[in-house]
């Protein structure tokens, strides 16, 4: 009873009057989700230009007088760092946690409405700070996204005056931001469930971002205090990165300090934060696969079991990003041995994946190419990092475009590929309209086919040995000329693709207008968010009365049922059902629901 | 990073016993019709007291990162010990009874009497405040003696300890006052019943972190 109170806590819910009180300053689950994800998206349409403007200058390098070495680097610097954690994270945990948390576990809203506002005004905060550097003396830091000291805060370095430290306050910020919405997914997924949701009813996509949520809890602080004490380093002259050092033909008052100590403390976040990202990817494309490929998931409890274990896991990994580092021996086979057993999990969710659409009913829809897409290109990342995570083979590979290649697979390309399915696949829900076909096709093959122009490429620069983040080339002996032909056409593609971005925006707001409705319902899924009397789902999402839950999120081509999916709130033996092993409610649960 | 590892470890093991208590084995696929969790208890309690047991495992993480950091860069080459001052002593003891006046705080809120319990709130945000006063008199004790978070490595660890385990506090004072304004306000006791051990469980946490890092500041 006490928990049914908890999920339909109407009495706790505001209930806005006015257009400011519901559309900018509000406490409901749904819009904070938007505002999120459109904070989002525009952030990491700038970092999109940013990326652009890089690939011109390697493309065609003396051609574009208003690139300099110094914005190379502030803009290399400023793209990883807002793709990671202002776009990624922020979108998936921040736009699609706050969106289907509470839809899919039947729950009115978060737990903690007004913390979970003020969480998206205090990212909002974070993101302003960092635009901010842009105008700044100096402008932007361009340390590179993993800020390591001493270059970050010395003298020579980029944006050493104003832009490393909006960009550390911005963090920190942002930290406090991520803190007030996560304690709200977590608290919403365990406590705000709705009569039936267990635990292992609840869809791969509220496991993959529940996973996430408690892995960026307690990973995060650790960018928390490697931001705080570089702060401290720059700003009241302490010695806890920085080494004694001379600058400029001087000595510096800085002495003692360990730079190894920030790439451990950045590594144990920076590491975790790579799952904070792909874990509710992975949850995601497996409802999109299964919903589109009309079967159940393959192995729903090896998924959640190898969700969790790559949660766990996730922590004992950090320190194969610093092979180079000079580390001992031992703890190089140690973490590569950890990174290789991490492995199996992940492969297990592939398998599983490949699995789930063997014989199914394939609806090649835009978001099942997105989520089939994303099988590959994640695939293809993740085998690279079997490579990476070796000890021998990472040395004459590290700091090449093949870790480049690398880590755009498999935490750029296969998460926004992800991001752009489930965008497709709930843009019906949160609109009531649905997107336009032709132009959904068009931006699906010229992104999938594009970003393999360029990331498929950039594992031969590597193997030639060509480093990341130089502004130039010219006059490096082992570098052939055939690599700047390479690097033209990887420009061409790279803008290719971009472009191919406008034409997701416009399809976005042109369907927002002019969109056929979609109906409830239009893939014919089973999960709760579906369901919802209203399209798009109004404050409070059930109506009067909340969701029963009967079976798991899963139940596609169900043998001897009428139709090929049953909701999950649906009652045994309703119009549909097949002749699975079904349980009499008991008296006292019928009460307990009732009450 | 043993500090930090050591308690991931907790974390990670805590969280699998749990998910293993709540049926992460059970079958969905063959269990259709009612099911009502009679066994997760968990989830009749109020949503507060999750939301502040994960965030004390937020702040739990954040100060076995900065031990960690500390372990790791007490190792370097000039790492001077520092004395801490006496000052510290008598704040610890004020932190104490902060913690002393609050669990009787709830106690009175449990057992229905406002007038203790307004009084019990006042006492605690006394000595509390007390506390954060002391610590800043300890600071500006040592910058009288020319000893700035500059001067060596251990004064800023003990600066940054104190610094960020005073901010934490004061973000509790801000709950605190919140939840005495209420209580003085004529608030009856059931309304503010689960503020009060929400802040009991805050305060006793923050003290045993602090026993913690004076701890580790006297011993090293």
Not at chain 1, 274 to 301: E, M, Q
Not at chain 1, 390 to 409: E, K, Q, R
Not at chain 1, 421 to 441: D, E, Q, S, V
Request: charged residues 10%.
């Amino acid at each position: 009873m006490a928990y049914v109170a908890l999920a339909d806590q109407g009495q706790k819910l505001s209930h806005p009057h006015s257009f400011f009180t519901k559309y900018i300053y509000s406490q409901d689950h749904k819009v904070i989700a938007i505002q999120y994800g459109l904070v989002a998206i525009s952030v990491g349409l700038v970092a999109l230009v940013l990326s652009g403007i890089m690939r011109l200058q390697l493309g065609f390098p003396d051609t574009f007088s208003f690139i300099n070495p110094d914005q190379y680097l502030q803009f290399v610097t400023l793209h990883g760092m807002i793709m990671v954690i202002y776009l990624l994270t922020a979108l998936f945990l921040g736009g699609f946690g706050n969106y289907l948390i509470p839809l899919m576990v039947g729950a009115r809203d978060m737990v903690f409405p007004y913390m979970n506002m003020l969480s998206f005004w205090v990212y909002l905060v974070s993101v302003i700070i960092l635009m901010t550097s842009f105008f700044v003396p100096g402008g932007p830091t361009g340390a590179g996204w993993t800020l390591y000291p001493p270059q970050a805060i010395m003298q020579g370095t980029p944006g050493v005056d104003w832009g490393i430290v909006l960009m550390l306050v911005s963090l920190a910020v942002f930290i406090i931001a991520f803190t007030m919405g996560g304690l709200n997914y977590v608290t919403t997924v365990l406590q705000a469930r709705t009569n039936g949701m267990t635990l292992m009813r609840m869809p791969l996509s509220v496991w993959g971002i529940f996973t996430a949520t408690v892995l960026g809890l307690l990973a995060f602080p650790a960018l928390l205090v490697s931001a705080i004490m570089m702060l401290l380093d720059r700003l009241l002259g302490t010695s806890f990165f920085m080494p004694a050092i001379v600058s400029m033909g001087e000595q510096t008052s800085y002495d003692g300090g360990s730079p190894i100590l920030f790439q451990h403390l950045f590594w144990f976040f920076g590491h975790p934060e790579v799952y904070i990202v792909a874990l509710p990817a992975f949850g995601i494309v497996s409802d999109l696969l299964s919903t589109h490929a009309r079967k159940n998931i393959f192995g729903y409890r090896m998924m959640v079991w190898a969700i969790v274990a790559i949660g766990g896991l996730s922590f004992i990994v950090w320190a194969h990003h610093m092979y180079v580092s000079g580390m001992n021996p031992y703890f190089g086979f140690f973490f590569a041995t950890t990174t290789l057993i991490i492995a199996v999990p992940t492969a297990i969710k592939v398998y599983n994946w490949v699995l789930t659409l063997w014989r199914g009913n394939i609806h090649f829809t835009v978001p099942m190419m997105f989520a089939i897409a994303f099988i590959f290109t994640f695939t293809h990342g993740g085998l690279t990092g079997i490579f990476l995570g070796n000890v021998v083979v990472d040395l004459p590979l590290s700091d090449t475009y093949f870790v480049i290649a690398h880590f755009h697979m498999v935490m750029g390309v296969s998460p926004i590929l992800v991001v752009f399915g489930a965008i497709y696949h709930w843009f019906p829900k949160m609109t009531g309209k649905m997107f336009n076909n032709r132009l959904g096709y068009i931006h699906f093959w010229g992104t999938f086919l594009g970003t393999y122009a360029i990331y498929l490429p950039m594992h031969y620069l590597g193997f030639l040995g060509v480093p990341r983040r130089y502004f130039a080339y010219e006059g490096i002996e082992f570098i052939p000329e055939s690599a700047q032909t390479l690097n033209a056409g990887i420009t061409v593609a790279a803008l290719f693709v971009a472009a191919m971005q406008i034409i997701f925006l416009i399809n976005i707001v042109w369907s927002l207008f002019k969109g056929k409705p979609s109906g409830g319902n239009p893939w014919n899924a089973t999960s709760l968010e579906w369901q919802t009397p209203e399209t798009p789902p109004v404050h409070g999402n059930w109506g009067p009365k909340l969701p029963q839950v009967y079976r798991w999120a899963y139940d596609y081509s169900v043998p001897g049922a009428s139709r090929d999916f049953i909701p999950q709130d649906q009652p045994p033996d309703g119009p549909g059902d097949g002749d699975g092993p079904d349980i009499e409610p008991k008296d006292e649960d019928v009460t307990m629901s009732a009450s | 990073m043993t500090a930090i590892l050591l308690f991931i470890v907790i974390a990670v093991v805590g969280s699998y016993w749990w998910l293993w208590r709540h049926r992460i084995t059970e079958k969905p696929w063959a269990t259709v019709g009612v099911t009502v969790d009679h066994e997760d208890s968990s989830r009749f309690l109020p949503p507060g007291k999750i939301g502040l047991l994960f965030f004390l495992a937020v702040v739990t993480s954040l100060f076995a990162l900065f031990v960690s950091a500390y372990f790791i860069r007490m190792g370097l080459a000039d790492w001077i010990p520092q004395k801490e001052p006496g000052l510290l002593w008598f704040n610890t003891f004020m932190l104490v009874l902060g913690s002393v006046a609050i669990q009787w705080a709830s106690y009175s809120a449990d057992h229905n009497d406002p007038k203790t319990t307004r009084y019990a709130l006042l006492a605690t945000g006394l000595f509390t405040g007390a506390f954060i006063v002391g610590q800043l008199w300890a600071w500006q004790g040592l910058v009288d003696q020319g000893l700035y978070m500059y001067s060596n490595p251990s004064l800023a660890f003990f600066y940054l300890f104190t610094g960020v385990h005073g901010l934490h506090i004061i973000g509790g004072l801000w709950v605190w006052c919140r939840t005495t304004l209420h209580a003085w306000s004529g608030a009856q006791m059931f309304e503010i019943r689960l503020s009060v051990e929400l802040c009991k469980t805050y305060w006793h946490y923050l003290l045993l972190i602090w026993i913690g890092i004076f701890g580790l500041l006297l011993s090293t």
